[in-house]
């Protein structure tokens, strides 16, 4: 089956930008996510107690 021209071109732009709007929502989420990190460590409560057996920002390192 033979194709139009125009189809093939407008097939091509539309796979182009839907690259490009798949690499910004990816950027965009990536970022998201680095600030939902952020804002979890900085709630993590902190232990201030003397105990040995606990290991100080054990807890916020663990988020990742």
Not at 47 to 59: E, I, N, P, Q, S
């Amino acid at each position: 089956m033979a194709r139009h021209r125009g189809f093939v071109s407008a097939e091509k732009i539309l796979s182009e930008l839907g690259a490009e709007t798949t690499a910004a929502a990816k950027e965009a989420l990536a970022h998201g996510a680095d600030d939902v990190v952020a804002e979890a460590k900085n709630r993590c409560p902190v232990y201030t107690g003397t105990d040995k057996r606990v290991v100080k920002d054990a807890l916020r390192d663990s988020i990742h």
